[in-house]
């Protein structure tokens, strides 16, 4: 059929029916995607209604549709930010230069990489979390999972329209090997190693939102700061999107810590076995999973002390969180940073050159606002009465990546034996038989308004709604 209009296909605000090769190579991508979607998309989930938002415009007012969808009908499409006129580059040798519109020669295989490597954790997160449809605590959280799938979709797309526009025949392949990876496969798994960890519980899809969606977060926000304008602009309209993702993980939490709360206040007890018993999480095992998630997600920003991440920089590939509100010269030539290290087997630090320390400035940049989030959890259990108060471990604990991988540290920052840690971790990070108690309380809770017994309701629905609307209809 001819006379198809594709910018309605593909939902786009690039003027994607002005370059008709770039169209044709994305048309024939489309459904090698929708087959992806299918077979590693949310499980089961074909034919549902899901009141869903949809992106249909980056008016900071007018992107957010809402109506019920059949997921595989979702307008996937095209979005970036509204190019800031005469935008400049912003740091590294480069400054002051105008941003780049096209991809310069000598930085172009390193920015192919730094697209793949985003691009590639974006399905990842959607095959990890394929089966938690089955185990939703309740359809207003049914809904928010498929959300944030649906979501993760849109910015694999927005990663292969780079490819696909910038990169040519390499950038094509690039976009078809995104689709060929798959989590946790021994073959060909995805690029990073929490991108093939299980997402197996809700318990544990909270916590990823929590953190590891706000890894995202500090890595869109870097990206955002490029010289490579396209890229820039990407990630800004992304990062709209990721911040639902980020109100999903802390509410998750925070909904399971009030309900253990709850439970602990009326039956007078903080005995876990006991709090289990009546199918709670007790606190000590959601501080557990927390320091799993962290550590895990920690590794993602890469060595502390990384000669890369100078070049990222000096190159003007990727910038620091918040570049162009930092007061200094943006070279980074002369100063310096603080990043751990390790002497006579006792944690101190040390002041490097602040362009190698980029990864370890980004990965305080991410704790930070972690912390935030777990100050506000720790007013829960503060306004029941309950002294427990959740702790972030040091930032060596558990570490698989950078100075800290051969060591072992305990939560306060102890360098310990291995004995030590092989008598001590099973109170530290869940166990075998912690997640398997967590696996037996996911049941299937898909009536309006009613809750899994281990969840709190949230506060409020979804776009006004009640909370008992139907989120999700299966008919
Ligand atoms: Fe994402
Ligand atoms: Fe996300």
Known sequence: MSGINYSERIPNNVDLASNKALQ????????????????????????????????????????????????????WGIFLAPAEKDRKVNFGTHR??????????????????????????????????????????????????????????????????????????????EGEALLERRSGDSDNPRILTAFNEKTPDWLSFFMFTFLTDRDGKYQLAALAESAFDPLSRTCRFMLTEEAHHLFVGETGIGRIIQRTCEVMNEHKTDDPAKLRGMGVIDLPTLQKYLNFHYSVTSDLYGSEVSSNAASFFTEGLKGRFDETKIGDDHQLESTEYEVPDVAADKIVSKHVPALTALNERLRDDWIADVQKGIDRWNRIPEKAGIPFRFKLPHKGFHRRIGLFTDLHIDPEGKVISEADWTHHHAGWLPTEEDRAFVHSLMGRVTEPGKFANWIAPPHQGINKQPIDFEYVRFS
């Open 96 to 173: 002051g230069d105008p941003a780049w519109q096209e991809v310069p020669g000598e930085y172009r295989s390193t920015l192919r990489r730094i697209i793949v490597t985003q691009g590639d954790t974006e399905p990842a997160s959607v095959e990890q979390q394929r089966h938690l449809g089955q185990t939703c605590p309740s359809l207003y959280d049914l809904r928010n999972l498929f959300q944030v799938n649906v979501e993760e979709g849109r910015h694999l797309w927005a990663m292969v329209y780079l490819l696909h526009a910038y990169f040519g025949r390499d950038g094509r392949e």
């Open 24 to 75: 044709r190579a994305l048309e024939r991508w489309q459904p090698a995607y929708l087959n992806w979607w299918g077979e590693m998309g949310p499980d089961k989930s074909q034919t549902l209604d899901v009141y869903l938002r949809t992106a249909v415009s980056v008016d900071p007012k007018g992107w957010a549709h809402y109506d019920y969808v059949k997921m595989p009908d979702y307008r």
